[in-house]
């Protein structure tokens, strides 16, 4: 019948737009999780060059004694 076409059609829509959306999201959370990945890592890096440094700082402190 027409109507069983018609939702057919429509089903096989709804499917794709689903899938199509699904990827999308998946695609965005990747891409999220990737900056967020190298924001911390630059991060810890700076952290860390602030903790070396304050470590050398100390280090001359206590010779210049």
Known sequence: TPD???TN???YQL???S???ICS???SLISSAYIT???LHHLST???NF???FEAFSFFEDVLE
């Open 51 to 53: 903790l070396n440094f």
């Open 9 to 11: 059609q429509l089903l």
């Open 37 to 39: 990945y190298h924001i």
């Open 46 to 48: 700076l952290f860390l």
């Open 4 to 6: 069983l076409l018609i």
């Open 15 to 17: 499917s794709y737009t």
């Open 19 to 21: 899938e199509s959306s």
């Open 25 to 27: 999201r998946i695609h």
